[in-house]
């Protein structure tokens, strides 16, 4: 299967739908966010994964420990391939999602680490004096230690956090641009071939794909990348 991973940032259900007829199961997986779910709800991610896809629930869950779990429970109930939850909550929220999600065909669950719109500026505003490489370590390795199946982290750090966490924890990254593409809102970014030499598992592709006149032909061009 494909490492890549569409991010479908769409406002609506029949523009989500118009893209994903466009695509191959066999040549991508989907991501749906918090943006998409919250306007279309659950009855989008069946729809994703009775058409084949494998589908990424990308909502960050961040509450008290049993909420969290509770919520890890339902999204698995839609057949998603994988979730996350948000490390920021510490943990013993990880290890009750990670309770929640232990039968053996349950998704995959990861934590966000940092945001790839983060930087030094912005964790000096919240008070946070780590640069975002410690912050990030320290994190995966709370991840790591509550069970969890690996962490959404920037492509920058993939290489340290392999080397770190091992070969069989998951680093899933978002910030994957093109050659040619703008940097948009992510600051911390990376071509899809660097970040599988780096050590990322899965690349989460948004506008590069979505905003493409030929999505398929993207596609193909990258997996051929990185393959």
Known sequence: MSK??????????KSTLQLVEQLDPGMCRL??????????????VRQLVTNGFDVFLDLKFHDIP???????????????WMMNVHSLGGLAMMQAA???LDDDNAPLLIAVTLL?????????????????????????????QAGLDGVVC??????????????????????????????????????????????SDYLVIGRPVTQA?????????INKKIS
Request: hydrophobic fraction near 40%.
């Open 154 to 199: 920037s492509a920058l750090e993939a290489s340290v956090l392999k080397q770190q966490c091992g070969k069989d924890f998951l680093l899933v990254t978002p910030g994957i641009r093109l050659k040619d593409n703008s940097v948009d809102d992510q600051q911390r970014v990376m071509t899809p071939e660097k970040a599988v030499a780096n050590g």
């Open 66 to 80: 049993h909420t969290v779990a509770r919520a890890c429970e339902a999204a698995a109930e839609l057949g998603v």
């Open 4 to 13: 890549i991973i569409v991010a479908l940032d769409f406002p609506d259900e």
């Open 116 to 144: 790839t719109s983060s930087g030094e500026k912005e964790l000096a505003d919240i008070g946070v004096q780590q640069t975002p490489e410690a912050l990030v370590k320290n994190l995966a390795k709370l991840a790591q």
């Open 98 to 100: 990670r309770s929640a």
């Open 213 to 221: 006149e030929h999505p398929i032909e993207v596609l193909q061009l």
């Open 31 to 44: 991501k749906v966010g918090k943006e998409l779910f919250t306007r279309c709800g659950p009855n989008l």
